[in-house]
Structures are given as C-alpha cells and as structure tokens.
C-alpha cells in the first residue's frame, strides 16, 4: 500500500551510494531514501513531497520530488 503524499525535508543523501534519508515534517520521523525512488535530484536541507511505501526494512521514501 502507498500513503500519498507527504512533505519533509532531506536531511542527508549521499549521491555516490545511492541513498540518504528525509525527516518528515509532521512526525518528524526519518524515512529512508534510495536513489531509485527520486523523481528529481535532491541535496540536503532541499524541500520535498514523497509517497511511503513499505520496504524490507521498514518504510521507504518513493517518489520523491522537489516541492
């Protein structure tokens, strides 16, 4: 299942390997990205929307975009 969209913040993405994480503005929680789940490129501190989708370890960012 896919809960929409979301708005949070990149806290740290690592382009060499792929992956980084974003803090949710609600809850404050952190959701782990992968670079297969971007829509646009992102760097840290950048503004974005994003979906949830369940990973193996938990919840995913996908879909993610500049907002």
């Known amino acids: ?3 929409i969209m979301n708005t ?3 806290k740290f993405f690592n ?7 974003i ?3 609600d809850s ?3 959701y782990f ?7 646009d490129e992102i760097r840290e ?4 929307t994003f979906d949830l989708q369940e990973g193996r370890k938990g919840l995913n960012a ?5 907002s």
């Open 1 to 3: 299942y896919i809960i």
């Open 33 to 39: 990205v992968h670079a297969t789940g971007l829509i």
């Open 45 to 48: 501190n950048d503004e974005v």
């Open 28 to 30: 404050k929680k952190e």
């Open 15 to 21: 382009e060499t390997k792929g992956f980084g994480f």
């Open 62 to 66: 996908v879909n993610v975009k500049l």
């Open 23 to 25: 803090v949710e503005d």
């Open 8 to 10: 949070g913040t990149v």
